[in-house]
């Protein structure tokens, strides 16, 4: 049979028909909220699905059983159909009572008309084999059911949108001309076949293509009209690639079809000018499709024609957000990010940022592709009066096209000089202006309105609330910065504090013993001492608090015995008790200035004929150096709230940091100061550190 040798283009134009209708039912079916047009409209689309797949059917194996399914379903979605258009025009007239006579009785003639056409038309198309309206043997009768049916689908198309109000015309525009298409196509169909008594074998097969193209007309009409109790979310990214996509196809489609002609009615020159037109064809589509301002052009058309609003803030929000806290600046950081994505909402190729000063003016923080500008806004110019008086994003096009809508504003010179300069958008915290962002004109034209406004507002409060954030976290990081330095001041001033009291005590008993030699020699070990520790403070105060070097193993009675070298000048009534082969991890300079600071302390608190001691020894797996007093001792009070303070001493010219260093540097060895003290009985602190061989196998152990 003639129909079923060319079945092919019929399968795949019906079968993606069946296709497209089911997978839009299943939207549709999932966004669902009930309702009389919802259910309408969704039983449409799954009788569409029905009839296609039927159709689909009967092109491959010619079945009767088939036909007459694809003739049902077809009769019932159109009258589904024309029930949806029928409940859209009621409310239409129900909303005008007082409106025009034949509105209100048009519905009622429309129904008698579709149940009469309806009924006819499965009577007489399934009474008749496919045979006979395909091949011409059929009489007239059968075709004209279907053609009155397109008729009436037009009538109630016609009616809907004369009578929809001016306000819901936009919703159903989409609707109106894809059924329309549709109702058209079945009018030329089936107009000829009642004609020439047989149906059009390639309009007939084309059929499922034609109401497939008009599912997007559908969707769209579907999402701009919320009445309908179905809301359907399109894709802006699959409209714009599809709307690029469509666009290259018939550039590429228009390129072949003049690259044909000039191969066959371009003489001997045809073939080589099909060749330059193809290549110049293709460079010029490669072009456009990577141009910056070709895919705005496209995204600002498709918002502006396809899309009830220009944003779709969900997306905008997340992208703007995302771009802020992405973790990847330009070279300018996040002032700059802030520039490119307050640009990337309205399409602009540039834009510069001005933060607040100290001194209440704005300098110029960052910029993308624009100038640099070296004037700082003064705190009382008009411009920052303006900005933060009204909160108005200026546009610059604007107040010279009509400057009395500005106050009669007059701008810096500066924003002047800029030609490409387009917005002015101020940037508020906590209503206060903390800066401005000056874009430069789009890719791609940009109205200004509303929408445009209150996005660009809402992101310019988030972008400055970022960089208020950074200018917190710069002030907290400067403010660490300077409180380690203070504390390593403290520590360098305790230490020099020391070195003075030992070289004071020298000086005093130089003219006592300035001709002893064994005054001279204790003379000299303390000022080379006093050098070394002055060398060592210098390097400190180079590196900061931080050691210079990692720890080392370190012999703690080399320690102990240089501490008491240093301190025979000050008291004879020192004790020495050591244990040798004790060695620890640590820094000898630190080490020996903890156990010095102790020992020191100690002199100071105990009476001439008291006693003081230091003591090493073995505490298991840990090393102990003791060091204890007979002095004046202190309270538990003390110990608990004061002791390893900084800045709390029970010493008149004491600083309070050489006890709280102390701790800090044992803890940071792993050890810890134990305290023993009674007032006027005296005290015992013990350093209790981590022996070195324990270390060394607890680091085995990890590596291993």
Request: proline content about 4%.
């Amino acid at each position: 049979m003639e129909y079923v040798s060319s079945s092919a283009l019929a399968l795949w134009g019906y079968g993606a028909s069946a296709v497209g209708f089911l997978v839009f039912a299943t939207q549709l079916a999932a966004r669902w909220r009930g309702g009389l047009r919802g259910s309408l409209l969704l039983a449409a689309i799954v009788l569409s699905a029905c009839w296609a797949a039927c159709a689909a059917g009967f092109s491959q194996t010619g079945s009767p059983l088939l036909a007459a399914g694809a003739v049902l379903f077809n009769t019932l979605r159109l009258c589904a159909w024309f029930a949806f258009l029928l409940s859209l025009l009621n409310a239409n007239s129900a909303e005008k009572p007082g409106g025009d006579l034949r509105n209100l009785l048009a519905p009622r003639w429309a129904v008698v008309g579709i149940v009469v056409a309806a009924l006819a038309n499965v009577v007489l198309m399934g009474f008749s084999s496919s045979a006979d309206y395909l091949g011409g043997r059929a009489s007239q009768l059968p075709f004209a059911p279907p053609l009155a049916l397109a008729v009436l689908g037009l009538v109630l198309l016609e009616q809907v949108i004369r009578n929809a109000p001016t306000t819901d015309r936009w919703g159903l525009k989409p609707m109106v001309l894809g059924l329309g298409a549709s109702f058209c196509f079945d009018l030329y169909l089936f107009a000829e076949a009642f004609l020439f008594k047989r149906l059009d074998l390639n309009a007939w097969t084309v059929r499922g293509v034609v109401n497939l193209l008009t599912i997007p007309l559908l969707a769209m009409a579907t999402t701009r009209t919320k009445a309908w109790n179905i809301r359907v979310t399109v894709s802006r990214h699959i409209v714009f690639h599809s709307t690029a996509l469509l666009a290259t196809g018939l550039y590429l489609l228009g390129i072949a079809g003049a690259g044909y002609y000039l191969r066959y009615f371009g003489g001997s020159w045809g073939g080589a000018l099909q060749i330059v037109l193809l290549f110049a064809g293709l460079l010029f589509l490669a072009v456009v499709l990577t141009s910056g301002s070709y895919r705005s052009r496209l995204r600002v058309f498709v918002s502006k024609h396809f899309f009830s609003y220009q944003y779709d803030y969900r997306e905008e929000w997340l992208r703007f957000t995302h771009s802020l806290s992405s973790g990847t600046p330009q070279a300018g950081g996040l002032p700059e990010l802030v520039i490119k994505s307050l640009a990337d909402l309205v399409e602009s190729p540039a834009g510069a940022l001005w933060l607040a000063e100290g001194g209440g003016g704005m300098r110029q923080n960052a910029r993308l592709n624009m100038p640099r500008i070296a004037e700082v806004e003064p705190a009382a110019s008009p411009l920052l009066d303006f900005l933060g008086r009204t909160q108005w994003i200026l546009d610059v096009d604007e107040l010279h096209a009509s400057p009395e809508d500005y106050g009669f504003l007059r701008l810096p010179s500066w924003l002047e000089s800029l030609e490409d300069a387009w917005l002015v958008i101020p940037m508020f915290f906590e209503q206060k202006l903390f800066g401005f962002v000056v874009l430069a004109h789009p890719r791609a034209k940009v109205d200004i309105n509303w929408e445009v406004l209150d996005l660009l507002k809402t992101a310019s409060s988030q972008a400055a609330s970022y960089l208020t954030h950074m200018r917190a976290e710069d002030a907290l990081l400067e403010a660490k910065k300077f409180d380690s330095f203070n504390r390593m001041s403290a520590f360098v001033v305790h230490d020099i504090k020391n070195l003075v009291a030992q070289l004071s005590l020298l000086l005093k008993n130089a003219e006592r013993h300035k001709d002893n030699p064994e005054f001279q020699k204790d003379m000299f070990m303390t000022i080379a001492h006093a050098v070394d520790r002055m060398k060592q403070l210098l390097l400190q105060l180079r590196a900061g608090t931080t050691p210079i070097d990692r720890p080392r193993p370190v012999m703690l009675a080399d320690i102990i015995n240089r501490v008491h070298l240093a301190k025979l000048g000050q008291a004879s009534n020192l004790e020495v008790g050591v244990e040798e082969g004790i060695e620890v991890l640590g820094h000898a300079e630190r080490l020996e200035r903890v156990v010095g600071h102790l020992v020191q302390n100690a002199l100071e608190a105990t009476p001439p004929e008291g006693r003081v001691w230091i003591r090493l020894s073995r505490d298991g797996d840990n090393a102990m150096v003791e060091v204890g007093d007979s002095g004046c001792g202190m309270s538990q009070e003390f110990i608990r709230n004061h002791l390893f303070r900084p800045f709390d001493s029970t010493k008149n010219a004491g600083m309070g940091i050489g006890a709280y260093e102390s701790a800090q540097y044992v803890s940071e060895l792993g050890g810890r100061l134990a305290v023993e003290s009674e007032e006027r009985q005296g005290t015992i602190i013990r350093i209790v550190l981590p022996l070195h061989h324990r270390l060394a196998t607890a680091m085995e152990l990890e590596q291993t």
